[in-house]
């Protein structure tokens, strides 16, 4: 196992409402990415932060927001939720500065939105 | 979208034979990586090959590389019932910060019977 750890592990929303995420990154990691997985589909990348700034962005609306703090934790928001939001959310933590090398996933949040 | 395909979607094997999976990827990558993921849980990364290497082993792993043709296989070489679970090939891109974002295909999906 890993030692990225993610909260909730399961989640039900109505649709409209907001959602927040929670992921903690492995010891001495300080980099945080955050993928969406559809059912039966692979991971597709949302969002990556480096030293608590927004290092690269997949093609996600901006009701897809995120942060992370000093501690490198991360935290994944989303607005204005829609039915197609429904799905296994993955962050993954590694080393910045190496260039993608490999990434430790979390558990993941299973995001149900009715 | 997604970078990779691999090919079979899926695969039904006996304990003890070998799985070969293939992975076609799009673009320009640093390198590929080959993940696990069992019953839509968290993805344990499995193997590394960079973009300068045509082949690298780890145990009962072997994994190639033809970056002139843009494909990737896995072989998993004496397989067990512990093997079944969704294999997906990654492809590390560089994009504008220092750290790039893994492109996921859509998995293979192998089942190894005792």
């Known amino acids: 196992e890993t030692g990225v750890t993610q909260s909730p592990t399961h989640l039900i929303k109505t649709r409209g409402q907001q959602v927040t995420l929670r992921c903690s990154s492995q010891?001495?990691?300080?980099?945080v990415s955050w993928y969406q997985q559809a059912l039966g589909q692979g991971p597709q990348f949302i969002f990556q932060?480096?030293?608590?700034?927004?290092?690269g962005r997949g093609n996600f609306p901006p009701r897809f927001s995120g942060l992370q703090f000093p501690n490198y934790s991360s935290e994944l928001n989303v607005n204005a939720l829609e039915l197609d939001d429904s799905a296994l959310y993955l962050c993954?933590?590694?080393?910045?500065?190496?260039?993608?090398?490999?990434?430790?996933f979390g558990p993941g949040t299973r995001l149900t939105v009715l | 979208s997604q970078q990779g395909e691999e090919d079979p979607q899926a695969l039904s094997i006996q304990e003890g034979e070998n799985a070969t999976m293939n992975c076609s990827y799009k673009?320009?990558?640093?390198?590929l990586q080959w993940y696990r993921q069992n019953s839509g849980r968290g993805l344990v990364h499995l193997i590394l090959?960079?973009?300068?290497?045509r082949e690298k082993h780890s145990g009962r792993l072997r994994v190639t590389l033809d970056t002139s043709k843009k494909s990737s296989s896995l072989l998993i070489t004496a397989s067990r019932a512990a093997d079944t679970a969704s294999y997906f090939c990654a492809g590390g891109a560089p994009h504008g910060g220092s750290q790039g974002n893994l492109i996921f295909g859509k998995g293979t999906k192998l089942s190894v019977k005792p």
């Open positions: 010891s001495g990691h300080n980099t």
């Open positions: 673009t320009s990558i640093n390198n």
């Open positions: 993954a933590s590694s080393m910045g500065g190496q260039g993608i090398d490999t990434q430790y």
């Open positions: 090959i960079r973009s300068n290497e």
């Open positions: 932060y480096y030293r608590e700034e927004e290092n």
